[in-house]
């Protein structure tokens, strides 16, 4: 997921049950459901867990702006071009309010970004994989934006606010995502038998990698256990992967387009659709740098920022120069005055 | 890097709706000066006509109350409850009052 529990920090478990009582009071507060915000007390290792988990967050949302931005340009149309644009602006806020909600928690902006650049933050997994047609873009909004809606739906009820509150305003925003999607792919299977192909084969390659955003197995998840604990996790890894499954595969169904899983059939006892084995090596070499775009994406953000630098800097500057402009006239008008 | 004044400073944003209603609280973002956070709070927080007009204030200039006198401050109102209009019985043939 865009929160893909992929950095295993063992550090982050409380190593036994001996709260202090502040501890004791804040897990009380977690326990009622209450709302933990920037100023109350709370475990370092909630606040380093949050911090971890808001700016991966963050850093999905800016670098998820690329694959889909390389095809502003060449977006079929002009309406599907402006749509498409206004998708990507979304992205960018999605990224902004969730810094804003990291930097509550006591880091500064420069710190997280030079955490990504730097390659000790992660972002989700699936952005590191190419968009090579147009069909991408449709099979990005319909399955990675909707993999994203199941995950973010729970963490509108997250413990910490400003998470809370950041994960309402994004969640407000995604469903068009989702929908924009499903309505190219939509488009593309009623075209020519090209485009119908295209839409296939763009499936085939998204499927995986959708189903390994929801991150590793429950039995492999050490931070899910803490992470529901306080709050912060509602539903786990595997459950939300299989209500991904279950919605999706009616959906591709509709479409007329098939999922590449000889294993995948609806199970009657479970209520559930089975379906076959993760690729999970395929994951973790992605996921630890080696996926077919990840130094395309970390250069690409590297380049921006660094292009971007003389524009703040000349806008701090500019700003300071008007301050002290507007400190000397007061100045000024205090001494004709006396 | 990690100087935190490499960030531009920090601004809280709210939002007049279109409904008219009060300014409210709607997020933060850096911005070098008022000006400048007036546009991006117009660019990141009004995509939707979510507002006809904006406040930007120094998150710096804000004084909080303590979380830690939250029962203090606020308990006390809970007995009050005489302050509410159903605390009191109003015959039924007065009718709405
Ligand atoms: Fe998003
Ligand atoms: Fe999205």
New binding site residues.
Partial sequence: MYTQAMDLDRSATPADATFTSEEQAFNARIARDEKIEPNDWMPESYRSTLIRQISQHAHS?VV?MLPEGGWITRAPSLKRKEILLA?VQ??GG?GLYLYAAAETLGVCRAELIDALHSGRAKYSSIFNYPTLTWADIGMI?WL??GA??MNQVPLCRCSYGPYARAMIR?CK??SF??RQGFDIVHTLVRGTPEQRRMAQESLERWWWPTLMMFGPHDKDSTHTAQATAWGIKRITNDDLRQKFVDVTVPQAEYLGLEIPDPELRWNPERGHYDFGPIPWDEFWRVVKGDGPCNKERMAARIQAFEEGRWVREAAAAHAAKARARAAAASVASEEAAA | MSASGQDWPLWEVFIRSRQGLDHKHVGSLHAADAAQAIALARDVYTRRQEGVSIWVVPSAAITASDPGQKAENFDPMASKIYRHPTFYDIPDEIGHM
Avoid: F, M, P, Y
Wanted: hydrophobic share 25%; proline share 0%.
């Fill in positions: 949302e998820g998708k979304d992205e999605h909004g990675v934006d994203a809606i994004i925003e995604e995502h989702q």
